[in-house]
């Protein structure tokens, strides 16, 4: 069995967690998240020593490998409703920016035309200056996956650095070619 499964959560205070038929809902001061667990998974809340545990009810390959998992996501939602989680991702190149237009993110990033995405529900998509995109939100799955789309728009090129990175990333430098003459 998985060593991280086996550690329980504990619940911070002012954080409330239910479990209705394997749903485990948790509400903190920035949100509230729901989440769905495996049918082999047991997911217990206990409200007098502030702990959430998760069981494995049988020994198969496929539920011991969702059995660790399924605790460092219970783990995440309560960061996530209670600090919440961040992710930066900067612009980088000549004329490359980005502005919010409504709920859509607009980023000009050399091609022939300004690329549009949708902010999606429970996120927070700020633009403290047009070179930097600040994504917050409760739910780090979420979180994760958008700054990935938006950083898959256009990867930071090892030459020059045009695109986009996430703030705390580091980008090997790659030498361009020289040139000799033949003489």
Same mark, same amino acid.
């Given at each position: ?89 900067? *612009?980088? #190149? +000549? ?5 919010? &237009? ?5 980023? /000009? $990033?050399?091609?022939?035309? @300004? ?19 600040? *994504?917050? #939100? +409760? ?5 994760? &996956? ?5 950083? /898959? $728009?256009?990867?930071?090129? @090892? ?25």
């Amino acid at each position: 069995m998985s060593r991280i499964g086996k550690r329980p959560v504990i619940i911070p205070d002012g954080v409330k967690a239910t479990v209705t038929d394997n749903k485990l809902k948790i509400t903190g001061p920035k949100g509230e998240l729901e989440r769905v667990f495996h049918k082999n998974l047991t997911v217990k809340v206990d409200e007098a020593n502030k702990k959430i545990t998760i069981g494995c009810l049988t020994t198969a390959k496929e539920d011991k490998a969702i059995y660790g998992s399924s605790r460092s996501i219970t783990q995440n939602m309560v960061i996530g409703v209670t600090q919440g989680f961040e992710k930066k991702i900067e *612009i980088h #190149g +000549t004329g490359y920016n980005g502005k919010l &237009q409504g709920t859509e993110l607009v980023i /000009n $990033i050399g091609f022939s035309h @300004p690329v549009k995405t949708q902010v999606p529900k429970g996120l927070t998509v700020t633009l403290p200056n047009p070179n930097l995109v600040v *994504i917050q #939100g +409760t739910d780090k799955e979420l979180v994760g &996956q958008f700054s990935a789309n938006i950083r /898959n $728009i256009k990867l930071a090129d @090892p030459y020059n650095l045009k695109g986009t990175k996430y703030a705390d990333e580091v980008i090997k430098r790659k030498a361009g070619k020289t040139f000799v003459s033949g003489t």
